[in-house]
Structures are given as structure tokens and as C-alpha cells.
Nanobody, 115 residues
Framework: QVQVAESGGGLVQPGGSARLSCLVSGSSSSILTTGWYRRSAEKARELVGTISSSGATNLADSVKGRFTISRDRTKNTVDLQMNDLKPEDTAVYSC?????????WGQGTQVTVSS
């Protein structure tokens, strides 16, 4: 079993930054890929970025150059650093972990970009 919990987020001004963390616990050694997704009232859920067990990362075109995804093995977290935030980045951000036995999701955390 794998447990996933997101933290971070909140209200951020346009142009500001925020950092989200995805804490993964349980059978973390079986993790294949960890991804960040987001869903807003205007858009269906979309992939923000992923990081594989080998550390390879992939980011959506809409966030390239502004967001980075990284893993901290000492803390068992996958972090999403978001810079130059825009109002259209407002969404519930969720972390998903894919393992050999299936996928696991966190509850999500709200990020609101507004002045």
C-alpha cells in the first residue's frame, strides 16, 4: 500500500511563487512514476508534470519554464515548484503515484492565483 498526501498551496498573487509537496509513504520502493495533475472549474483534469523512478521529468507545455518537479529522497517527497504564477494556474493540484500494483491519489490542495 502507498499513501499520498499533498501540502502547500493557498492564495498567491500573480507573478508569485508557491511550492507543493507530495509526501509518499508505504511501499515507496515500488513506485514507477509520480505525477502532479490539476483540475479547475473551467478545465478538465490535466497533467502538469511527472517524474520517473530514475528521475526523468516531463512538464506540460503550459508550465514549462515556470514550474519544476523534483524528488527529495530523504523526505520521500516529490515537489512542484511553481514560479511566475498566473490566474489560469488556479486549480486543485493533486499528486498521483503509479506503482506495479496500481495508482494512488492524494486528496489534492487548492492553489488560487489572484490579486
Amino acid at each position: 500500500q502507498v499513501q499520498v498526501a499533498e501540502s502547500g498551496g493557498g492564495l498567491v498573487q500573480p507573478g508569485g511563487s508557491a511550492r507543493l509537496s507530495c509526501l509518499v509513504s508505504g511501499s515507496s520502493s515500488s513506485i514507477l512514476t509520480t505525477g502532479w495533475y490539476r483540475r479547475s472549474a473551467e478545465k478538465a483534469r490535466e497533467l502538469v508534470g511527472t517524474i520517473s523512478s530514475s528521475g526523468a521529468t516531463n512538464l506540460a507545455d503550459s508550465v514549462k519554464g515556470r514550474f519544476t518537479i523534483s524528488r527529495d529522497r530523504t523526505k520521500n517527497t516529490v515537489d512542484l515548484q511553481m514560479n511566475d504564477l498566473k490566474p489560469e494556474d488556479t486549480a486543485v493540484y493533486s499528486c498521483s503515484v503509479m506503482t506495479f500494483s496500481g495508482g494512488y491519489w492524494g486528496q489534492g490542495t487548492q492553489v488560487t492565483v489572484s490579486s
